[in-house]
T-cell receptor, first 115, second 112 residues
């Protein structure tokens, strides 16, 4: 069974530029998550989708971050414009059910460096 | 603000010893608790989940949960150098979204 796929794996941009990340969850997984992991910290949930609806986006900086999950499968996360403090690893995860007690499987992540 | 606290370490143990990792959480209504392992430069992988008070054993790993004390721990018996990693405690919220909140992780080094 294929795991969670993410691209790109690495991205370097200048501040104020825009960037987009792509995630393809495990086939059949209803719930998709985007996390931000800053060096030395645990992952922080940015947004949680169930199918193509948003379940929780309370920690998403909506003035610069946006995310969508079209047709309840793939998802993209966009940052526009980027700030220095956005340098982090962006992790996508998916789970079979509606979150909570379900196991979340993580993709390899996208390491973003903002100069 | 729901919080999950872990000792940041680093924690060093000799090969073959027991490593003890601890975690406390603030959301008294939390029902699901997880331990993830994260090797340097890699993504987190689930090693244990626990939902009821008491102990749960899986091979060399034992998770312990005490909801009254809002405390969850992970014991690694017969520690191996390959266990050297950051261990993340994660707790699901009591809200409708049941989102996971992660601690900042404990870095474990097992010395040969």
């Amino acid at each position: 069974e294929a795991g969670v796929a993410q691209s790109p794996r690495y991205k370097i941009i200048e501040k104020r530029q825009s960037v987009a990340f792509w995630c393809n969850p495990i086939s059949g997984h209803a719930t998709l998550y985007w996390y931000q992991q800053i060096l030395g910290q645990g992952p922080k949930l940015l947004i949680q989708f169930q199918n193509n609806g948003v379940v929780d986006d309370s920690q998403l900086p909506k003035d610069r971050f946006s995310a969508e999950r079209l047709k309840g499968v793939d998802s993209t996360l966009k940052i526009q414009p980027a700030k220095l403090e956005d340098s982090a690893v962006y992790l996508c995860a998916s789970s079979l059910g509606a979150g909570g007690g379900d196991t979340q499987y993580f993709g390899p992540g996208t390491r973003l460096t903002v100069l | 603000q729901k919080e999950v606290e872990q000792n940041s370490g680093p924690l060093s143990v000799p090969e073959g010893a027991i490593a003890s990792l601890n975690c406390t959480y603030s959301d008294r209504g939390s029902q699901s608790f997880f331990w993830y392992r994260q090797y340097s430069g890699k993504s987190p992988e689930l090693i244990m989940s626990i939902y009821s008070n008491g102990d749960k054993e899986d091979g060399r790993f034992t998770a312990q949960l005490n909801k009254a004390s809002q405390y969850v721990s992970l014991l690694i018996r017969d520690s191996q150098p390959s266990d050297s990693a950051t261990y993340l405690c994660a707790v699901s919220s009591s809200g409708s979204a049941r989102q996971l909140t992660f601690g900042s992780g404990t870095q474990l080094t097992v010395l040969p």
